[in-house]
């Protein structure tokens, strides 16, 4: 599913106009973003929660050549999904 058919699907679930789905899901994104800048952890019940991790500096590989490379230590997003959008999926 790609960003226009969740627009369309949240606009068909909620009765909203699609440029009010469009709207609300450009908000929760951006204040996502801001939260997890700003060093916050984003928890929805039920849904999963966002936090933001350390990934070390490390040695890795370049594909094309087989050259080691170092790979510089950076913050990743990481996402753990809540008990209910797990047993929705199984």
């Known amino acids: 599913m790609n960003k226009a058919q969740l ?5 068909a ?3 909203l106009t699609k440029v009010d ?6 908000a929760f994104v951006k204040v996502t973003g801001e939260a997890l800048k700003g060093g916050d952890r984003l928890g929805l019940v039920g849904f999963g929660s966002f936090s933001v991790a350390e990934r070390g500096a ?3 590989r370049n594909p094309q050549t087989g050259k080691e490379i ?3 230590a950076k913050k990743v997003v990481k996402f753990k999904p809540g ?3 797990n047993d929705s999926v199984n």
Do not use: F, H, V
């Not at 789905?21 to 450009?26: C, G, H, I, R, T």
């Open 83 to 85: 008990s209910e959008l």
């Open 58 to 60: 490390r040695t890795g």
């Open 13 to 15: 679930e909620s009765g």
């Open 7 to 11: 627009i369309d699907a949240m606009a």
């Open 21 to 26: 789905a469009k709207k609300a899901l450009d």
């Open 70 to 72: 170092q790979i510089s």
